[in-house]
């Protein structure tokens, strides 16, 4: 019998509702998961036990009295540490946020609080959000489940590690340049970043504020659907937020791919991709186009600068949402003999090195006499992108490539080399900087036993179409089960 | 040298919506400290933006009582600086498409009228307070710095002239019309002892009949109008000085001193600063289409430049209904006034000149003191009706003023009332009469000068109380 740790969401829910399971049995069981893999893997920084299973509990009186509130009720799901948790710890991985307590939920921890979730504790990232490995994080690095010297990838590398162990069912991360899907395809899970806006960014510790989205991580297509839309729709709380209803992630569910077009973006599918990642990507572009959708191979010229787009925009708006962090309020406080000394030793001693690497880039960026050199400049690369984007639209109705350019890599192989890593996201950056939804799906293993992801990309508001297609993606790919953990199987 | 100074005039509204301009704390500066302040307006990690749309509404009824064009699409941008007092360390403001741009007022300085230019009115939000607290309560021998968040992200409108002002008397007039028209907008209360309209002055100097600007230094911390006059002299003084002597003005901020009456440098504290603006990614560009801009238009009230063309169609001569229009208690007591029945140049004459004259005599204000239109009114008709001289009445209005009661009790306690009541006249001149018969027969004999000598007799029997021109008229009709 499947250990309920390794449930998929649809499963747990439907042992839920059958009276097989309840949420206090399930919670335990990943909470058990947990305490086996913790120790290797280090995905979770806070687990609220306690209060996991009170929502446990609450959720069993609910669901035994018929009033289950949906289809999430009971289900123990990770937070990643940068989204605010009302009286639980919530640090961004960061010194300087060490111990802060918020006073409120973000607009999608309190929308799945309201869905009955039960959230296992905050997971592990680099710090802001700021890396591709979650070892830029001041409490240490999360391990890859698949291979314990390998990363997860990040930097929701804790939420993606965490529903690969199975010490939570399913994930949120957040995704500014790739960190939901890029740790999907290390982790082997099903990682989806929405359409900019769709997903409140209320309560999600800013990195980048035009390019982050909350997202899912789970096991399966359906489970992200089913997770994406407890938690899209407008935000009054977020101006950012789209106006109108979000488009359905289940309803073409098993709809298949005949006659849907598929295009091939050439920048994104050759250079600096591995073999063996680029084998499963043409087995995987074979397959759908068995199963009847047309491949048409398109050019995205623009692509091919949107790293270097991306690293202007984003330290540039980082430098500015992490200003914030000075001592004064709230957070980590190193005195000084005036408040600008404080400040600064606050700041230099709180922040870790990707951190100020990033500010002080944006910072330049953004000085008077380079601004239009590097942030304006950036700005229009971003426009055309978007422009290439949606005339590559007009022809096809996803677009495919592969997520990360190689599986999973050993810890410290490129902590010394940020540019190496910063090449993480060339796949998956064009559409944060387009605001289009995109998602990884697993499509198979390497000769080593790593998993490797396939990327679906869709229009703006495209979400109905990219689920449908990525389900057939799953559906058409060999399984690739789950990691086995030394640790769990003895 | 001659030197010609060159004005521009920075000013800082605090708008006095319900709500804060991006969270719904409230506006309220009496409340105990940091007791309105929330997630978004303490920058508390994850919080977000969204705009008041009142506060939008607001600035573009400003922009259009200026004159100004107002953006169809205008963006917030963030104006990067580190300040404990400002919890994000960027403040949401305006950079190169603010919400009114290009306007104007009209300014009037000893009759002469100039248009002064509005570059732009933008949209910002406050920061918080620091109290400094230590031995002496300022800033360098402070031991600790407490903050107050109650004041951070109240809606703030930043309107900038154009360098058009020319004098300092003319930069006090455009400051005072300013407030003039925004107190009349109803939406700050734009009182300038707390803080919630500010002015900061640009001034620099160039010879006269050159067109070049000389290097601007920017004065700080006015909190009256007659400070902002005085700092702009000193100011234009110190520069004219300094290029006297052969030496240079240096660019940078001074802070004006009201007891020493003097600018002080504050060059310590800042160099060139560079804000790093970028557009706000939290929040969309502001929209005011063309039928929102019409509904707030629609909503304007009448503006004082109009207000006062009305009061000389009622008669009122041009320079009173200038300086009825342009003071807000001095408008609301004339209006009372009218509406009471007084009539318009009469109550004009009075709110100009006596009323304004206490006023300034006292440090009160009109609105503060016991005068009501009522009073001007009642006032009026006695003067209308004979029972006050115009001089007694003048005297009534001082007492009024001090709250001795109304014109009639007033009057009445100060035995001002005029004896008009004939029979009391009559009596009082037959006495005179009689008293007088040779002169009065001189009189009847075509003597006519000696009419003088018979009402100055009356007026003396009466203790000053016969009203002149009705004993003129009796003393005639008993020569007749
Ligand atoms: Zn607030």
């Known amino acids: ?490 | 040298m001659k030197w010609e100074p060159v004005i521009g005039i920075e000013v800082h509204v605090e708008l006095e919506t319900q709500s804060k301009m991006f969270c719904g704390c409230a506006v309220d500066f009496e409340a105990e400290p940091n007791t309105n302040v929330c997630p978004v307006c303490l920058g508390l990690p994850g919080a977000l933006p969204v705009p008041n749309r009142t506060a939008i509404e607001w600035i573009t009824k400003i922009g259009l009582a200026f004159n100004c064009s107002i953006s169809e699409r205008s963006q917030f941008h963030r104006k990067n600086y580190f300040y404990s007092d400002q919890p994000k360390n960027y403040q949401i403001s305006q950079f190169d498409v603010p919400v009114c741009h290009d306007g104007w007022i009209d300014v009037t300085v000893d009759g002469e009228t100039s248009r002064i230019r509005v570059n732009r009115a933008h949209m910002e939000e406050d920061t918080g307070k620091s109290i400094h607290v230590g031995e002496s309560g300022r800033i360098h021998s402070a031991t600790e710095t407490l903050l107050n968040f109650n004041r951070a992200g109240v809606p703030l409108v930043e309107i900038v002239s154009e360098a058009d002002i020319r004098s300092a008397a003319q930069a006090r007039a455009y400051a005072q019309d300013l407030r003039t028209v925004v107190a009349a907008l109803g939406v700050s209360d734009a009182k300038l002892e707390e803080g919630s309209i500010r002015f900061d002055a640009n001034v620099s100097i160039r010879p006269v009949g050159t067109e070049p600007f000389g290097t601007k230094v920017e004065v700080k911390n006015m909190n009256s109008f007659r400070s902002l006059e005085r700092a702009v002299d000193y100011e234009i003084l110190r520069q004219a000085d300094v290029l006297d002597q052969g030496g240079t003005v240096d660019q940078e901020t001074r802070h004006w001193d009201e007891g020493e009456g003097v600018t002080h440098s504050m060059r310590s504290k800042e160099g060139s600063s560079d804000y790093r603006y970028f557009p706000e990614p939290d929040l969309l560009p502001i929209e005011v289409t063309e039928e929102w801009r019409n509904e707030i238009a629609a909503t304007l009230p009448e503006l004082p430049s109009a207000r006062a063309a009305r009061y000389v169609g009622l008669g009122v001569d041009a320079d009173s209904a200038t300086s009825l229009a342009g003071s807000e208690p001095l408008m609301v007591m004339f209006e009372s006034s009218l509406a009471a029945g007084a009539p318009a140049q009469v109550a004009a004459n009075w709110l100009t000149g006596e009323v304004t004259a206490w006023s300034r005599r006292e440090s009160t204000d009109i609105t503060d003191s016991a005068l009501t239109g009522q009073h001007v009114a009642q006032l009026a008709a006695m003067v209308e009706a004979n029972s006050l001289s115009s001089t007694a009445a003048k005297e009534v209005l001082g007492h009024v003023l001090a709250g001795e009661g109304d014109p009639a009790d007033v009057a009445a306690a100060h035995d001002l009332i005029q004896i008009s009541d004939s029979g009391a006249l009559e009596s009082a001149v037959d006495q005179v009469i009689g008293e007088n018969e040779d002169q009065f027969a001189r009189l009847a004999g075509g003597e006519d000068k000696l009419i003088g000598f018979f009402v100055g007799q009356v007026m003396r029997v009466t203790g000053g109380k016969a009203d002149p021109r009705a004993v003129t008229d009796i003393i005639r009709s008993r020569i007749g």
């Open chain 1, 1 to 490: 019998m499947t250990d309920p740790a390794d449930f998929t969401l649809v499963e747990a829910a439907a042992a839920l509702r059958a009276g097989q399971q309840t949420s206090v049995a399930l919670t335990e069981a990943v909470l058990t998961r947990a305490s086996l893999t913790e120790a290797a893997v280090h995905a979770y920084l806070t687990i609220d036990r306690s209060g996991a299973l009170a929502a446990a509990e609450a959720a069993d009186r609910r669901i035994s009295s018929g009033r289950a509130v949906g289809p999430l009720d009971g289900l123990p799901i990770a937070l990643k540490d940068n989204m605010m948790t009302r009286g639980l710890e919530t640090t961004a991985s960061s010194k300087i946020l060490a111990g802060y307590i918020p006073p409120y939920d973000g607009t999608v921890v309190a929308r799945l609080r309201e869905a009955g979730a039960v959230f296992v504790g905050k997971t592990n990232l680099d710090e802001f959000a700021m890396g591709s490995s979650t070892e830029n994080s001041a409490f240490g690095p999360t391990r890859n489940p698949w291979n314990l010297d390998t990363v997860p990838g990040g930097s929701s590398g804790g939420s993606a590690a965490a529903v690969a162990a199975g010490s939570a069912l399913a994930g949120l991360g957040s995704d500014t340049g790739g960190s939901i899907r890029q740790p999907a395809a290390l982790c082997g899970l099903v990682g989806m970043k929405p359409t900019y806006g769709l997903v409140s960014r209320y309560g999600l510790i800013a990195f980048a504020s035009s390019l982050d989205q909350i997202g899912p991580l789970t096991h399966t297509v359906e489970d992200a659907a089913i997770l994406y839309e407890a938690i899209a729709g407008h935000d009054p709380l977020d101006a950012t937020s789209f106006p109108g209803p979000a488009p359905s992630g289940t309803v073409r569910l098993g709809a298949g791919v005949s006659g849907l077009r598929v295009g091939i973006v050439n920048e994104l599918s050759g250079q600096g991709i591995d073999d063996e990642v680029m084998a499963a990507f043409r087995t995987t572009v074979e397959r759908l186009a068995a199963a009847g959708a047309e491949i048409v191979e398109l050019s995205l010229p623009s692509t091919a600068t949107a790293l270097s787009a991306y690293y202007l925009i984003a330290p540039a708006e980082c430098s500015a949402n992490l200003a914030r962090f000075d001592g004064v309020r709230y957070g980590l406080r190193i005195d000084g003999g005036t408040v600008d000394e404080m400040m600064s030793r606050t700041r230099a001693d709180g922040f870790g090195p990707e951190v100020i690497r990033r500010i002080l880039l944006g910072t330049y960026a953004l000085s008077a006499g380079y601004y239009d050199a590097f942030y304006g400049q950036a700005q229009r690369v971003r426009t055309l992108i978007i422009q290439e984007f949606a005339a590559a639209y007009e022809q096809v109705d996803v677009l495919v490539s592969p997520t990360a350019p190689a599986p999973a890599f050993e810890l410290g192989a490129k902590t010394q080399d940020p540019l190496s890593m910063y090449m993480q996201d060339i796949c998956t950056i064009p559409s944060n900087l387009s605001g289009h939804p995109a998602m990884s799906v697993p499509v198979g293993l390497s000769t080593t036993g790593l998993p490797i992801g396939f990327q679906v990309m869709a229009p703006a508001l495209g979400e109905t179409v990219m689920f449908q297609v990525a389900a057939a993606i799953e559906e058409l790919s060999d399984d690739i089960g789950r990691p086995v953990l030394e640790v769990v199987a003895s």
